[in-house]
């Protein structure tokens, strides 16, 4: 193994850059490797200077650093891409050129840090005879071949800050305080914020809920004497028989842009006679530097993404499973995302605490 790529695809996580410099240091320290950094996703493959050799000054004191030192693009879509040709917008499938620029390269593997969609597009390009590892990566932890993905431990830990923040601000008002939080299809965020923040109502994709069963949780608190309440309300949340809330329609390029359900539920609260204000935490949840969790779980990534690489492990995907970094076929792990497990100890004992995930 003489050169390597890696790339960062889709939304960026805390923990990228944590990866980006372990897998250097390793490539250098251990296999005399050259490394080099594709920008903004796959992008760098078509753009003029979108290559860069990355050494050890290049990844010296990013490790606490949030964001991508490489870029990212939440449209990188290989096999489906937008420009603008002849004044109109086109799709078009920019797949053989980065098997070209490998070639042209000279590359002997390219590490793709991203998600589920970054994932899916790297396992076909492997089918194109690129030799691909893959690190998983979201805040939202539902990557289905790994317990857990860097990036979400942080946004935890800042959604959970967010909660005690609120609960401060809930209790002197006597308002119903709604955080909205990131999670399109998994509420791993909202539950496990809810939890660790003394949420008393936890609302997540995976658990459609009623409005009037939301209302009486803040109904019981307020005739115990508690005239506040807090509810944690993941942004793909869906009322029963109802459909998620967008702040945007998706297109070719863009998958639709959820947001706005923190504020429905925030109106139906207050039309029930109690005071509610909503608060959406955004991108604050994906910014900033990484917990030391995020820290050490991506340099173990990043470390054995390298490792991988050079036993030839291609089409495959570093994980963690029962607590040891391991790979297993970036198909079978992209196969089934992981979801809350309803059935499961947090959420047995977020009910058992009296939390409620409006469904009763
Ligand atoms: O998948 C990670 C995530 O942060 C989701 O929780 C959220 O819905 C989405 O990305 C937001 O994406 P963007 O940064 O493109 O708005």
Do not use: W
């Amino acid at each position: 193994m003489k050169r390597i790529g890696i790339l960062t695809g889709g939304g960026d996580a805390p923990g990228l850059n944590a990866v980006i410099r372990a897998a250097v240091k390793t490539a250098i320290n251990e296999y005399k490797c050259e490394v080099f950094g594709i920008r903004n996703g796959y992008d760098g493959f078509l753009e003029e200077d979108g290559i860069v050799p990355l050494g050890m000054n290049e990844v010296r004191g990013i490790l606490p650093r949030g964001g991508t030192i490489l870029g990212a693009a939440n449209r990188g879509n290989p096999y489906a891409r937008k420009i603008i040709r002849d004044g109109q917008e086109v799709t078009i499938d920019v797949s053989d050129e980065i098997v070209k620029g490998m070639k042209r390269l000279n590359m002997d593997a390219l590490l793709v840090l991203g998600g589920d969609g970054t994932l899916h597009s790297a396992h076909e390009l492997y089918q194109k005879g690129v030799p691909i590892i893959g690190v998983p990566k979201t805040i939202d932890n539902d990557i289905g071949g790994t317990e857990v993905t860097f990036g979400f431990d942080t946004a935890l830990n800042i959604a959970t800050e967010a909660l005690d923040r609120l609960h401060t601000t809930a209790e002197s008002h006597h308002r119903a305080m709604v955080l909205e939080l990131m999670g399109r299809d998994a509420g791993f965020i909202a539950l496990q914020a809810g939890v660790s923040g003394g949420a008393d109502v936890i609302l997540i994709p995976e658990i459609p809920f009623k409005f009037e069963s939301t209302m009486k949780k803040i109904r019981a608190r307020a005739e115990k004497g508690s005239k506040f309440s807090i509810l944690a309300v993941s942004e793909g949340a869906k009322p029963q028989g109802g459909g998620q809330v967008f702040s945007r329609k998706g297109d070719e390029m863009y998958v639709p842009r959820l947001g706005g359900i923190g504020q429905v539920v925030a109106e139906y609260i207050e039309s029930q006679g109690f005071e509610s204000r909503v608060t959406v935490l955004g991108h604050i949840q994906r910014g900033g530097t990484p917990t030391a969790f995020d820290r050490m779980l991506a340099t173990r990534y990043g470390a054995a993404a390298v490792r991988l690489a050079a036993r030839g492990g291609f089409d495959r995907m570093v994980a963690q499973r029962c607590g040891e970094i391991t790979d297993l076929p970036l198909e079978e792990a992209t196969a089934i995302p992981k979801r809350v497990q309803l059935d499961g100890d947090a959420v047995i004992t977020a009910r058992n605490i009296g939390i409620s995930f409006g469904d009763e």
